[in-house]
């Protein structure tokens, strides 16, 4: 059955990635694009040597990597979230509960005020994953006590150093003058001028970040239970907390890092996949990430291909994500209460 239903969604996600290629003020029909990918990804250059140049370099050197970077992301968020959810036993949970997507901003926010551009195109997310890091450090440390780490502790460490941080940001832009409107487009969220090393990089994290999760995915089921009885069922509760924490915390900074905060993916996903996937981690993650993947890349074609001008990412997931969201809440609310 899960076989079936990743099988449905890489289909899915596919047509869409090839759909999504060919839209935009050049346009290219399916089959065209399909020779392109194909082209550069197996170097059969001859595969589409009739095609017009300017389209072949719209599309492999342009779209390409913003779509894919947009759909990793997206993949990448949504297992995150479906990892807090889990380990800290709070279903509001999402990647941003810890103060992460806050450390980032500041960190952003810090380069773009400097004008550090010591690292080229890579300073601004260098910074950006830096304050995250250094973030998740510092709720790590205020949340420990006796060796251990408790999800209450955790989420309020997190609201607290959020807190601060994000008046530090508010500072940061009274400070900027001409460069405030660039800091309040990377805080929007945005996936222009994504390369191929922007690919590569969040793709290995995701993967990587992916791997770990699923290896630890029936303990994460078991702590569902509780400490007491996971530890008696013969597992280190504090290890894998931490281990699960530290790698979506990771998974989520290189996110942000590259794309700038973008809301509610994370926290409405798990959601909808655990409605169809069940609890079961096992289960959960891979169509997570492949939901949020597909979701994801339809608000950034939408708003680059689809609406007149731009709009920052972030602002197309708050404004339908968070109705959304409210719809299911009270949805689950009235089936809880008993009301059909």
């Not at 492999?60 to 968020?77: E, N, S």
Request: glycine share 10%; proline share 4%; net charge positive.
């Amino acid at each position: 059955m899960i076989g079936m239903q990743v099988g449905f969604l890489i289909l899915i996600l596919v047509v869409l990635i090839l759909v999504a290629s060919g839209m935009g003020y050049i346009s290219a029909p399916v089959p065209d694009v399909a020779r392109i990918v194909v082209s550069r990804l197996f170097g059969y250059l001859s595969l589409a040597e009739d095609i017009d140049p300017i389209v072949t370099a719209a599309i492999a050197d342009v779209r390409l990597p913003r779509i894919l970077t947009a759909a990793i992301v997206g993949g990448g968020l949504s297992i995150s979230g479906a990892v807090f959810q889990a380990i800290l036993l709070n279903p509001l949970a999402d990647p941003y509960t810890l103060g992460v997507s806050a450390g980032a901003a500041f960190g952003a926010s810090l380069a773009l005020l400097l004008n550090f551009s010591l690292l080229g195109i890579w300073s601004v997310p260098m910074c950006a994953f830096t304050g995250a890091m250094l973030t998740l450090a510092v709720v790590l440390y205020l949340s420990s006590y006796a060796g251990g780490l408790s999800s209450t502790s955790l989420i309020l460490s997190g609201i607290i150093t959020a807190s601060i941080l994000s008046a530090g940001i508010s500072l940061i832009k009274y400070l900027a003058n001409e460069q405030v409107s660039m800091i309040i487009f990377w805080l929007m969220g945005s996936f222009a001028s994504r390369t191929w090393a922007d690919v590569w990089l969040v793709l290995i994290t995701v993967l990587f970040g992916m791997l770990v999760m699923l290896f630890w995915a029936r303990d994460m089921n078991l702590l569902i239970l509780g400490e007491r009885t996971a530890a008696s069922l013969g597992i280190h509760p504090q290890r894998v907390i931490c281990i699960l924490l530290i790698t979506a915390s990771l998974v989520t900074a290189v996110c942000v890092s590259i794309s700038g905060i973008i809301g509610f993916v994370g926290l409405l996903v798990p959601h909808m996949v655990r409605t169809i996937t069940g609890p079961d981690n096992r289960r959960l993650i891979p169509v997570a990430c492949l939901t949020g993947a597909i979701l994801l890349l339809i608000a950034d074609t939408v708003t680059r291909a689809v609406l007149p001008n731009e709009i920052p990412i972030g602002v197309i997931t708050a404004l339908t994500g968070g109705p959304f969201f409210c719809y299911v809440l009270r949805k689950r609310q009235f089936s809880q209460a008993g009301w059909k």
